[in-house]
């Protein structure tokens, strides 16, 4: 059934035969998304702000729940940079952080875990770690010992398999609703195709009443292009830095700590100082293992004079 | 040879030779014994009669015995019951011929040796209709029947009325044995095919209900009741069983555990709801198999453990005051439920936490158990360094590569990874790691690890297998893991 409306093409799912109130996997659901994101692409800002309230309206009158207190966060100690481009780290909100090429997936993974360890510092909840089979297998499973020696107390960490995206995505629901997790991390990898503006709105939901926060560590290049705005906080885009310090006892330079190079692809939505932050630009940060944060680049000068822009290019 | 009905109505009887019964009739159709089968089909047999009482035996080769006691009159009487258990038998295509008696020997020897179908419980009238079975009865082994038969005792009248001391000594005690059980002068207890658990609560309905909600919803009604029971009893169920009792006579088991002890009827509908999202999952056309619907569904807590009411009281308080802020016990309850429900879906193996072994092999280093298991023992530590020497994401098999070194048993000078080329820029290294030959088989050979970083950042964890010139003449390289 499609419906010429406005310049704007709606097209409704034919109605599904199986019982409307439990349909099998929600996020198996992919129709009403395209009708949503047609609508903010070409809708007035009347009128999305009008979709909005309703929305709202429904989901107050709907669940009824109501959303837990934020606990704001920072992510590095006095005067590191993000804090004050940011505003710091909220819980219960989406996060999503996706690697910048494919070889940037492990940098994008310890990204996510440090984050995570933000979250947990403040918080005595488990960390959950979910994955999908297929990422596990092809780009390597969570180890413990790493894991613990990137500065997370590896007690605390909780990880799920689950067979498939769908599963997935509801093993991640299921623990931002339950809301005794300090974080979790999800990484998607070939479930991020049923990661759809549906699934966003539930995750976001689910952690917005529960006050968990989840990051979702998207597949390479995810934010290379331009992608549908969901109501995750905050988007990063990670690549990996050269750590390489001299050596005190070698002629050779050895590994350091792990340096991010992160472009903020979407700065948070707190921060109202936001406002004309570079999303292209990317800032090369530090993360402390030893302490557990975050902390700048020695000189930003530096890292920025020595081919910010150009790494895509090379790859 | 065995007969079915159709072929005792042409006269022919069980224990016939072959060829005797060919002679009878000669469009005889044989059918080789199946004995796996026929076990197979009579515990399918006593699964089912489960549904009249939790006590129910296997009485190998032929038989299912029930233990009745307490429970004839749900179905009308012993008579009524016994009829119910014979037509829905017949139904399912099976010729059962039962009897009812006060002892289970008795009750074995009637439904096999006489037309009686309902023995009387007094003494004086059950000895007489003891008396007139032959000895067979009294489940002797075939000499030994054989032996009182050349003896002239052909029937349980002739021994019990017989002194009993020589009759002993020539045949066994255990002709008395039994006679004495038969008549219930000893006791002999049924030993059920299955624990019968403490906790069962059943619900019955006279149209097998097939669809899936209203399934759940006797489910929770079920587990309310449970809860109920176990609450009075001040204990929690660990593992919980519901069995789905199909018309035809089909049963079904679905099973749930928790990682503690539960009392809380929603999380074990909870946790049923996702047993069967799971089971949907893998058979797509319908995950019970419901066929004709299910007449009985019965819920059972099979494992339980003491369960703290002050534990009960705190979680209760907690969800009054709201989700706001969570107390530790609520949290740990929350989490344990969350646990139950994944591993409910996705399988117990699959919600895992790291447990630290007494190894320094890498791929032994840390297993994964089951977070439902409990506690771990010891969980990975990691010396906290200039820089992490271990990896975030280790590969399982680890990848071979192609590098490059400029000595033999110096680091990589460049390699190849998955196609790319990689530069190396820094290194750390060697760590040699020696396998376990007290554990290992000895082909394996020492590695000696690397901690690579290459020029754009990217942090490798790569090992060279093989001493040179010792172990191997050509080492070779793998990526074993990723650094961040």
Not at chain 2, 133 to 153: M, Q
């Amino acid at each position: 059934m499609a419906i010429q409306a406005g310049g704007v093409f709606f097209w409704s799912p034919p109605p599904t035969i199986d019982s409307p109130a439990q349909p099998r996997n929600l996020y198996e659901n992919k129709t009403r998304t395209k009708v949503l994101h047609l609508m903010s692409a070409s809708g007035s800002p009347e009128r999305i702000r009008f979709l909005r309230e309703t929305l709202a309206g429904l989901e107050q009158a709907g669940g009824g729940m109501a959303a837990a207190p934020v606990r704001k966060l920072a992510f590095g100690r006095e005067g590191f940079s993000f804090d004050r481009l940011l505003g710091g780290l909220f819980s219960g909100g989406l996060y999503e952080a996706a690697p910048a090429r494919m070889g940037d997936l492990a940098a994008a993974t310890g990204f996510a875990l440090a984050l995570s360890t933000r979250f947990a510092a403040s918080h005595d909840g488990p960390i959950l770690w979910m994955s999908d089979e297929f990422s596990a297998c092809e780009n390597g499973a969570p180890y413990g010992p790493g894991i613990a020696a990137h500065g997370l107390d590896a007690a605390r960490l909780v990880f799920v398999r689950a067979q498939g995206g769908p599963d997935l995505l509801w093993a991640v629901e299921e623990a931002l609703r339950c809301g005794a997790p300090a974080a979790i991390v999800a990484d998607l990898g070939s479930a991020a195709r049923h990661f759809d503006l549906v699934a966003a709105r539930r995750l976001t939901q689910a952690a917005r009443i529960s006050g968990a926060p989840a990051i979702l560590l998207h597949p390479a290049g995810a934010f290379s292009r331009p992608q549908a705005q969901n109501g995750a906080r905050m988007r990063f885009e990670i690549c990996a830095r050269p750590s390489a310090a001299p050596a005190q006892h070698s002629i050779r330079p050895v590994p350091g700590p792990a340096h991010f190079g992160v472009r903020l692809a979407k700065p948070g939505v707190e921060a109202g100082r936001m406002t004309g932050l570079d999303t292209e630009l990317t800032r090369t940060i530090i993360w402390d293992h030893r302490h557990g944060f975050f902390r700048d680049a020695l000189s930003l000068a530096v890292s920025a004079a020595s081919g910010v822009g150009d790494r895509r290019d090379s790859a | 040879m065995a007969a079915d009905a159709a072929a005792r109505r042409l006269g022919l009887t069980p224990g016939l030779s072959l060829t005797d019964a060919r002679a009878i009739a000669p469009d005889l159709d044989a059918v080789e014994h199946d004995e796996s089968a026929q076990a197979r089909r009579l515990a399918a047999i006593a699964d089912w009669a489960r549904r009249f009482t939790p006590l129910a035996a296997l009485d190998a080769p032929d038989g299912v015995m029930l233990d009745i006691s307490g429970a004839s009159h749900l179905f009308g009487g012993d008579e009524a019951l016994l009829r119910d258990i014979e037509q829905r038998l017949a139904r399912q295509g099976v010729t059962g011929i039962g009897a009812v008696a006060s002892t289970p020997e008795a009750a074995w020897a009637f439904a096999r040796y006489s037309r009686v179908r309902l023995a009387p419980d007094e003494e004086k009238p059950l000895l007489r209709l003891v008396c007139a079975l032959p000895v067979a009865a009294l489940r002797l082994d075939a000499g030994t029947v054989a032996a009182l038969d050349r003896a002239g005792l052909k029937c349980i009248g002739d021994i019990h009325l017989r002194p009993r001391a020589p009759i002993a000594a020539r045949f066994g005690e255990k002709v008395f044995g039994t006679l004495d059980a038969m008549l219930g002068k000893t006791r002999s207890a049924i030993s059920p095919r299955f624990e019968s658990p403490a906790y069962i609560v059943e619900r019955r309905f006279a149209d097998g209900v097939a669809a899936r909600a209203q399934i759940e919803d006797s489910i929770a009604a079920l587990s309310i009741e449970l809860c109920r029971m176990l609450e009075s009893h001040g204990e929690g169920a660990r593992r919980l069983c519901a069995t789905l009792f199909r018309v035809d006579g089909a049963v079904r088991h679905i099973h749930a555990g928790a990682s503690r002890p539960l009392r809380d009827a929603p999380a074990m509908a909870r946790l049923f709801h996702e047993r069967l999202e799971a089971a949907g999952k893998t058979r797509d056309e319908d995950p019970l198999d419901a066929g004709y619907g299910f007449d009985v569904i019965r819920l059972a807590a099979t494992a339980v453990d003491p369960l703290d009411p002050v534990q009960h009281m705190l979680a209760q308080k907690g969800k009054a005051q709201g989700d706001l802020v969570l107390s530790d016990a609520e949290r740990a309850a929350r989490m344990s439920d969350l646990v139950d429900r994944l591993g409910a879906r996705l399988g117990v193996r699959r919600v895992m936490r790291f447990e630290a072994q007494d190894t320094h092999w890498p791929e032994h280093a840390v297993v994964a158990t089951p977070v439902a298991e409990g506690k771990p023992r010891a969980a990975p530590v990691a010396a906290m360094t200039e820089a992490p020497e271990r990896p975030l994401r280790l590969f399982e098999n680890p990848e071979p590569v192609e590098a490059i070194a400029s000595v033999p048993d110096g680091p990589p000078v460049r390699f190849k990874w998955r196609r790319l080329m990689h530069e190396v820029a820094a290194v750390e290294g060697p760590e040699r790691i020696s396998p376990e030959w007290w554990k290992q088989e000895a082909s394996a050979l020492t590695r000696d690890y690397f901690r690579i970083e290459d020029r754009e950042g990217q942090r490798f964890w790569l090992f060279r297998e093989g001493l040179y010139a010792s172990e191997t003449a050509r080492p070779r390289w793998y990526v074993h893991g990723l650094f961040a």
